[in-house]
């Protein structure tokens, strides 16, 4: 593996005090002006800087991010920088509480349901003021949390970006790690702890003991205060911390699943059939009432891989007396993440390439020069082959994480795993056939 740290340009510039600053506080500015936009600007979500600026651009470019880059998003991201001003300023610096310790990923879990459940219930994403106040709310709890609790708590245990954020960057190309001969003899611990140089890891991690990229936002503190260079950020092949995972999650698995389910809510309700899939559940119901109706889609939507995901671990724990279904569940689960991530990116190519002049057009708007006009940089048709592109990429790193993970086994031995995702795989591309409407 190669050590982007061994070109010096990059090894001063992540030492230096410009980094991340430099990104943090550009990011700042846009973030206020979003939110200043959001919540004080036109209510007509297409003419909104905010509203463009978030769920046009920033929420397609995620995923590409955090594939690209792994979690360098949340190195940069306003709210870890709100919280690191607001410790500096007035925080107690408390120990992080053993509840969220233990249950904070479950509870990353609970947000990210919640929040994807009250966008469709409220209309948060094609609503500027609902996008404003969401924000503003996350805000608070930051600050809140930043007051009592040390380092990024925050971020680490109740951020319903940090769960997806840790799914997905373990697919992704780069991984900082320590190197394991040098770090054996460190007496220091300064990657954890800190010392006059940085901090200590904000996102609790341990250097020399890490093995995934989940909580590593490459912040580059552990750079600065290694006494040793023994810190290597290294370009590696998409989706192979896959199968090298030591102790295998439960809450990540089962994220990972639900993620799928709000995939396929996503395009469900944008789709001309969505009306009428309402009306067969409210014959099931006996109500016309949306909020209802809607969260029976929305749980039936994420049940649906999850018992997949159980049918195929029961069929392939049962041939085998070395685990249980349920380990084999978890095991496996990390497999879906590379479909994930292509079902997640494909669907907002849909906001990207036929909604992303808004983003320019906004922009400009700011500035006194008013424009209109088309919003699409593709047409329908070209969006939809990008899609089935991005959907046979990701179903292929799922497959080949199945083998992998799999021991390199048999494909009769792991047939139900392959099975699995070539459904998942055509259900994304069945939905993303059909006639879809415009967000914002």
Known sequence: MNNLLQ???????IKS????????????????VIVVELVAGTVNPSRNFGTSMTWVLWWPAIPVLFLVL?????????????????????????????????????????????????????????????????LLLLTTMVVGTSVFYERRTFCKTLCF???????????????????????????????????????????????????NSADCNLCGNCVKSCPNDSVRISVRKPTSELWGIRKPKMEHAFLAAVIMGIVFVQNITMLEIWQNILDVIG???????????????????????????????????????????????????????????????????????TEGKAVWFNTMNLFGHSMTGDLGFASAGVVQVMQYAVVLLGVAGSLYA???????????????????MVLLALINMYLFSLPMTHRV
């Open 70 to 134: 792994g979690r360098f998003w949340c190195a940069v991201c306003p709210f870890g920088k709100i919280s690191d001003i607001v410790r500096k300023l007035v925080g107690s610096e408390r120990p992080m509480p053993k509840f969220l310790q233990k249950y904070g990923i479950w509870l990353i879990d609970f947000f990210f349901i919640l929040i994807t459940w009250s966008d469709h219930v409220w209309g948060i994403v094609g609503s500027p003021r609902g996008s404003g106040y969401l």
């Open 283 to 353: 014959k099931v119901t006996a109500t016309a009432n949306y909020n209802v109706n809607f969260t029976v889609a929305f749980i039936l939507s994420m049940l649906l891989p999850i018992g997949l995901m159980w049918a195929a671990a029961r069929m392939t724990a049962g041939s085998s007396k070395q685990e249980t279904v349920m380990q084999n569940f978890v095991r496996f689960g990390y497999a879906i993440i590379p479909l994930d991530l292509a079902g997640h990116l494909a669907h907002n190519l849909f906001h990207a390439f």
């Open 17 to 32: 005090r410009w980094y991340p600053g430099i990104f943090q506080w550009f990011a700042m500015v846009v973030f206020s």
């Open 7 to 13: 070109i010096p340009f990059v090894k001063s510039f």
């Open 161 to 211: 970006l940090g769960g997806l954020a840790g799914n997905y960057s373990r697919s992704g190309m780069l991984a900082l790690r320590g190197t394991p001969e040098v770090c054996k003899g460190c007496k220091t611990q300064s990657c954890y702890k800190g010392n006059e140089q940085a901090e200590g890891c904000p996102m609790f991690e341990f250097v020399r003991t890490m093995d």
């Open 402 to 420: 199945v083998y992998r993970i799999g021991g390199r086994a048999s494909w009769r031995k792991l047939l139900p795993y392959y099975a699995l």
